[in-house]
């Protein structure tokens, strides 16, 4: 039993050991993996259960489903635009309605709307369901197709739908909702109660996901676990799952002229340089303080501090999922265009850092004239975007406080931080039942899983982890690539001979999930 | 005789002090003014003659002389979007040969095209006049009219000529063109013969003004001087001069993923940046690296080496600006928006460090998402523009490979630099023809200037100074500002009681200049 198999390793001591500091003032540290022992996903009995009628009912619905993905995905909702979000609410609300959820509605908040949704099955057990309706703003150039056309096209991995949100996240969700649909319409309800809370500001850092929970918290904490409707498969397909996500902290940094100097009105003639402060180069020395020169380890004083070496089940579960990750390195790293990791690491220190590591990231920069040419001005503000991944028990406040105090302890008091979002990491257990049942079901269609104890990118499952006290668990087999970048998809009907799923099998094993969740103990 | 008392002058000895280092590594250098001896332009003879029938044609000829400059304004030439370049050319063409010069032609260039026109005086005498016919981009905010609407508007100084071009530099070129025709048309033909050099890329840093010189090299040789038109008054109607410009270095610094890490095709997820290489953060660190924390002193070894001391003469004109400089300094600031210079800089520190430094600029810098709210990427390329004035006898490739072997040693050879234009410095000396001319012509009309030995803006008068080795004086009287901002303008009308000259006073002053230069010896 994993529990117990877990709970039998010896725990042969974690420490943080500097690296080769890039600078004098603050080394980075370098979580160790110092056991041998490795979590095997196969040591997980598979789910033995069948449900031929729904899976019968998918099988002959199978393109009016295809088509409500392609309904999801052609209702733009870009949260930082505010395009399209008030609709796609009402359409996932409405699609809670005809599916037969007792309560469905919008939940207002300070932002933009939540969806609250409620089925009662009459059940013993309930499931949450975490669904995000937004997507990321659009790429101007390097898409193939319209982003919210719901384009079909044909790759070399099948045909796939190719769309923003075609993979994060409205595809897979509107997928997991059309396993309802095939179990409600064969066996008449679910075998669990379900309790979906959806929100439309995940790719803003989720700022008002609390005020979503506030209104049903003490429900909520009924729940056995909450699901995440998510494609976890590799183009070879491979399964990864992660017990935990990062948190994030996201800020602006901005310069302008003022008392301290700089011309405060608007730009001015380029020459004056030369007895006049320029704010943009006050930023980039600000951001340059950051970070070393290679911009890989933060200097911002006790910024690591807060970071906790990884416990005995993130480091088994770090060592069953190593011989995937090195197998693929060098696939991944093609995948993203990049030649090399950080300080040309290894692929093994490359996880370690890619699980265990806190980030400094800027994700946008801009002042000035950026035309073709020549314009010679001395700016009055330059603006930059920056994150930073956090990892436990690292805190996004805690985090914040402590860039300010560098940027004031380095002589930066003209530099304003304005916070964007933030929010804490999550962690799970993987001996958890709603875990155990995923990764039973996992092993039933022949891809024992992977399972990472975080993935590096940030969701806001502490609300769940942490408020409600609840497992968490983004699942389902189905592959997609591309979020946050041009050409997004999700595979629907993949090419002959292919491990991954298609649509019909990725909504089968959500109907598996549920009656495997509503059978654990 | 200014000569002589230039020459009388005792030096006392210039030498260049370190200020208090803001780093270990390079302190910058501060120019010295030790004499207390004053250049005094009042010791120059005003200018004597008359030429009644030319000012009275002026007068009555106002109405279309105004509409001339507002063709000009009208007319788009922003060379650093290639638009209107072409038409504009032709216009300036054009009207030469409407003036009767005997040559007018374009010239074509590897870049945008130049313009040559002659007027054959049969005259003893040869001026050369350089015009400039492009323009600065217009911002996208900030105006308070079309910028190509030719907006007449009336402000507190009086009435205005509002638009890109207003006085930097099309319409003070059109009003000596004015002033031309009243003298040819009243007297049959000019008092100088007229060489008339035009080129569409000032803005650009003049790429290919000497393809321009080329053709004509010779021939200009044999000029007295170039005289470029020009509003040299002050809001109060004082008159700046300038015996020099200085040079420039324009250029890209890029930071992109490749060979050494980082994304090399697309941007990816921020969250990746744990364990990849970011572009911007390289470009950042690449730039803090060239000055101090403050901006203000460049870090790159052997930078100063090149700048000579101030000569006598420059200090001399120094001392001469010094007082209406400090009067000033107050209100120069407000107009800019500026509440204090550099390192809290008395207003004469501030002067010589105007006069006499190099700088080190950011004009622009962009990279990955600068929408609303968040986007979480990694961006895989990260660019800025900058520019380094020049002071003599700095060159502008020399100072590029100063920054390249710095980039180099620092360990930025991933980050590309892309020479976008540069050019040297230039000087005259108040003690030519031309300058004397010029100076006596101020005088006749009350407005005995303040010389300064140059200015900190830049110009490719290196070409007529050093390649031909002529004297060259941008001069004229008359009012405007914004270049190179928002609501740019010159005064065509005077508030009554204003000593700015209006539009008429402008033309005349031109009138005259050119038969003191034709009687200087």
């Not at 700089?262 to 007895?275: A, D, F, T, W």
């Not at 400094?360 to 975007?385: C, E, Q």
Request: proline share 7%.
């Amino acid at each position: 039993m994993r529990v117990s198999r877990l709970a039998a390793v010896v725990a042969l001591g974690i420490a943080c050991q500097p690296s080769t500091p890039p600078s004098s003032e603050v080394t980075r540290p370098r979580a160790q993996v110092t056991t041998a022992e490795t979590f095997d996903a196969k040591q997980v009995p598979p789910y033995t259960g069948a449900h031929d009628a729904a899976y019968a009912f998918i099988d002959a619905n199978l393109r009016a489903h295809v088509e409500n993905l392609r309904r999801w995905v052609r209702q733009p909702s870009i949260s930082a635009q505010n395009n399209g979000i008030q609709r796609m609410a009402e359409l996932v609300r409405d699609d809670l309605i005809a599916l037969g959820f007792k309560e469905a509605e919008l939940v207002p908040t300070t932002g933009h709307p939540g969806v609250w949704g409620y089925y009662d099955a009459g059940a013993e057990k309930t499931l949450a369901v975490y669904m995000m309706y937004d997507v990321q703003p659009v790429e101007p150039t390097g898409w193939s197709v319209d982003a919210f056309e719901g384009a079909l096209v044909d790759r070399p991995l099948g045909k796939v739908l190719m769309a923003r949100g075609a993979t994060n996240q409205k595809a897979p969700e509107r997928a997991f909702l059309n396993a309802l649909e095939a179990i409600i319409r064969t066996q008449g309800k679910l075998p669990v109660n379900l309790m979906v809370v959806a929100e439309g500001e995940e790719e803003l850092g989720s700022p008002h996901f609390n005020e979503v929970i506030d209104k049903y918290e003490a429900r909520l904490k009924t729940a056995s676990g909450v699901f995440f409707p998510f494609n976890s498969q590799e183009p070879d397909g491979d399964v990864g799952m992660f017990m935990g996500v990062k948190g994030i902290l996201a800020f602006e940094m901005e310069a302008r002229g003022g008392p301290h100097g700089g011309p405060v009105k608007s730009e001015i003639h380029g020459s004056y340089k030369v007895i006049t402060d320029s704010p943009v180069l006050r930023l980039t020395q600000a951001i340059a303080s950051l970070t070393s020169p290679d911009g890989n380890t933060i200097l911002v004083p006790r910024y690591y501090d807060a970071i906790r070496a990884p416990s005995d089940e993130e480091q088994q579960l770090t060592n069953g999922m190593l011989p995937q990750w090195v197998a693929q390195d060098s696939a991944s790293r093609a995948g993203m265009g990049i030649e090399q990791w950080i300080d040309s690491m290894s692929a093994r220190d490359a996880l370690i850092e890619y699980l265990f590591s806190t980030t400094m990231n800027v994700d946008g920069i801009w002042s000035g004239y950026s035309g073709p040419g020549m314009k010679t001005i001395l700016p009055h503000v330059a603006t930059a975007k920056l994150d930073s991944r956090l990892v436990p028990d690292q805190d996004p406040d805690s985090a914040l406080a402590l860039i300010r105090a560098h940027l004031d302890a380095k002589g930066f008091t003209d530099v304003t931080l304005r916070k964007l979002s933030g929010y804490p990491p999550a962690q799970s257990s993987v001996s958890a039942p709603l875990v155990r049942a995923a990764i039973g079901t996992y092993h039933k269609y022949g891809f024992p899983p992977s399972v990472a104890p975080r993935l590096a990118g940030s969701a806001p499952y502490y609300v769940f982890t942490k408020r409600l006290g609840l497992p968490m668990v983004a699942g389902g087999i189905g592959h997609g690539s591309g979020a946050h970048g041009p050409d997004e998809y999700m595979v629907i009907e993949p090419k002959s001979g292919s491990r991954v799923a298609g649509l019909a099998a990725i909504e089968k094993f959500y109907v598996d999930l549920l009656y495997a969740l509503s059978a654990a103990r």
